[in-house]
């Protein structure tokens, strides 16, 4: 089974949203139906799943990439 895709989160940039929301971590985790000890991880900058990440962006409202510290570049359209 090959190994599950992660990322590192952008913790700072997850708790802003969450805050910006007026969610606490335990409203969120309910929300994603995940332990609280998941959103925690992801604030604290702790890798997480891709999955996670995009549950994150959807509960949250933003990109996934803007989630995620240091994504690789996006690729220009040539014109």
């Known amino acids: 089974m ?3 895709p992660t990322a590192t989160p952008d913790g700072t940039r997850i708790r802003e949203l ?6 606490s971590t ?5 929300k994603l139906r995940r332990h609280v ?4 991880n992801a604030e604290r900058g702790r890798p997480v799943s891709l999955t996670i990440i995009g549950q ?3 509960a949250l409202g933003a990109r996934p ?6 994504p690789p570049a996006r ?3 040539d014109p």
């Open 2 to 4: 090959p190994p599950t």
């Open 18 to 23: 969450r805050e910006g929301m007026g969610l």
């Open 26 to 30: 335990a409203d969120l985790a309910r």
């Open 37 to 40: 000890t998941t959103i925690q």
């Open 56 to 58: 994150l962006s959807r």
């Open 65 to 70: 990439d803007e989630l995620i510290a240091n």
């Open 75 to 77: 690729k220009q359209a």
